[in-house]
């Protein structure tokens, strides 16, 4: 088994004007024909990474500066539900112990816990909404975007060259295939 050297590139950042000002052309996609939309969304994903993360940044900061300390707040909320997640899956024996050696201490846990919970959903909507804005926006982008000729051709570049990029990479995760063979698809 040989091991290849992989070396990440980050895609060049494309220019405004291309990205949505003027030579940019917007299309509704045909829903009927999936495999055409699906190839037209993974070819701008590849092509406009570099904007799309900057974009999701952006979108991430500005809710951030609209609602601070929900966004803080929710951030904490998270933090915590995953680590008592973990900690939870990973000491199930002692949590199992605890639970029995001090009943009303786990009820008065569990009841903070839901208020907490409660308390933060507003917190916890915010923030998820300042995560999930940006891949809506992305996606909502790399639907509509028509391909250029210079997309099309740097993406055959890529299957050529044999270049991973950070998108190729998430992609290639997603989809349990390779960056090429995803390229390949389209």
């Known amino acids: 088994m040989s091991k290849k050297k992989m070396d990440v590139e ?3 950042l494309r220019s405004l004007d291309d990205f949505i000002l003027e030579s940019a052309r917007f299309q509704i ?7 055409k939309w699906g190839n037209r969304v993974v070819n701008n ?4 990474q570099t904007n799309y993360f900057l974009l999701s940044l952006v979108i991430f900061i500005l809710v951030g500066v609209i609602h601070p300390t929900k966004m803080l707040c929710g951030m904490l909320a998270m ?5 008592l997640f ?5 000491a199930k024996r002692s949590a199992t112990r605890f639970k029995k050696d ?5 009820v ?3 009841l903070g816990g839901g208020y907490f919970i ?3 959903l507003g917190s916890v909507v915010v923030f998820l909404f300042g995560i999930l804005l940006p891949i809506v926006v992305s996606f909502i982008h790399a639907s509509m975007r028509l391909r250029n000729v210079k997309n099309k051709l740097v993406n055959k570049m890529e299957v050529i060259g044999l270049k991973k990029t950070p998108m190729g990479l998430f992609l290639e995760a997603l989809a349990g295939g390779s960056e090429i063979e995803i390229l390949r698809r389209s």
Do not use: Q, R, W
């Open 10 to 12: 980050i895609s060049p």
């Open 29 to 35: 996609p045909n829903f009927k024909d999936f495999e």
């Open 45 to 48: 994903l590849l092509y406009y």
């Open 79 to 83: 933090s915590v539900a995953f680590g």
């Open 86 to 90: 973990y900690y939870l899956t990973n």
């Open 102 to 106: 001090h009943p009303i201490i786990s």
């Open 108 to 110: 008065l846990v569990v």
């Open 118 to 120: 409660v308390y933060m």
